[in-house]
T-cell receptor
Framework: SQQGEEDPQALSIQEGENATMNCSYK?????LQWYRQNSGRGLVHLIL?????REKHSGRLRVTLDTSKKSSSLLITASRAADTASYFC????????????FGKGITLSVRP | DSGVTQTPKHLITATGQRVTLRCSPR?????VYWYQQSLDQGLQFLIQ???????AKGNILERFSAQQFPDLHSELNLSSLELGDSALYFC???????????FGPGTRLLVL
């Protein structure tokens, strides 16, 4: 079963604009990870944020985590056409199990 | 390139048949995870192995089985295939449990 719910399901922006994607989850987590997938290809890990962290940066990516609201957001600044892809949030629940539970994904289109 | 390899890239077979998907984890990674991605179910965790032993099971059908060998490569066996088994099958690996998982390029299975 899927835990994460991303919002919006699809996003279309102009190159240079910022893209904000949101994810909500249901259970207590150890960490939350964001992945990118280009059209039917492999999943590329973007960033991992632990449950005791509130914000993390990596290049043009900024991730926030609010464990009280069980939500996370991914911000891509100064978007490029090459950012066009599907983005997934995935959680690792608290406990011994280290499997990833994915949301349904957000389709981001960046228009040149 | 994540360092995780999967073979074959594509597989076309008929209902009722049996196939084996292979995964080689990144060098030094002890844990291997299998995921299925389909249009209706999204990304679902199937099974995890750690250093040769099954560690966690997800939504894996009884017709499916997996193993991890002493050299740490893993195989996912799918038998009595049905049309609904058509999907992308990913494997992922990591060194430390509950940390970033690195995904292979996937095997696209089409059951006709």
């Amino acid at each position: 079963s899927q835990q994460g719910e991303e919002d919006p399901q699809a996003l279309s922006i102009q190159e240079g604009e910022n893209a904000t994607m949101n994810c909500s989850y249901k259970t207590s987590i150890n960490n939350l990870q964001w992945y990118r997938q280009n059209s039917g290809r492999g999943l590329v890990h973007l960033i991992l944020i632990r449950s005791n962290e509130r914000e993390k940066h990596s290049g043009r990516l900024r991730v926030t985590l609010d464990t009280s609201k069980k939500s996370s957001s991914l911000l891509i600044t100064a978007s490029r056409a090459a950012d066009t892809a599907s983005y997934f949030c995935a959680t690792v629940e608290t406990g011994a199990n280290s499997k990833l539970t994915f949301g349904k994904g957000i389709t981001l289109s960046v228009r040149p | 390139d994540s360092g995780v390899t999967q073979t074959p890239k594509h597989l076309i077979t008929a209902t009722g048949q049996r196939v084996t998907l292979r995964c080689s984890p990144r060098s030094g990674d002890l844990s291997v995870y299998w995921y299925q991605q389909s249009l209706d179910q999204g990304l679902q965790f199937l099974i995890q192995y750690y250093n040769g032993e099954e560690r966690a099971k997800g939504n894996i059908l009884e017709r499916f089985s997996a193993q991890q060998f002493p050299d740490l490569h893993s195989e996912l066996n799918l038998s009595s295939l049905e049309l609904g088994d058509s999907a992308l099958y990913f494997c992922a690996s990591n060194r430390e449990l509950q940390e970033t998982q690195y995904f292979g390029p996937g095997t696209r299975l089409l059951v006709l």
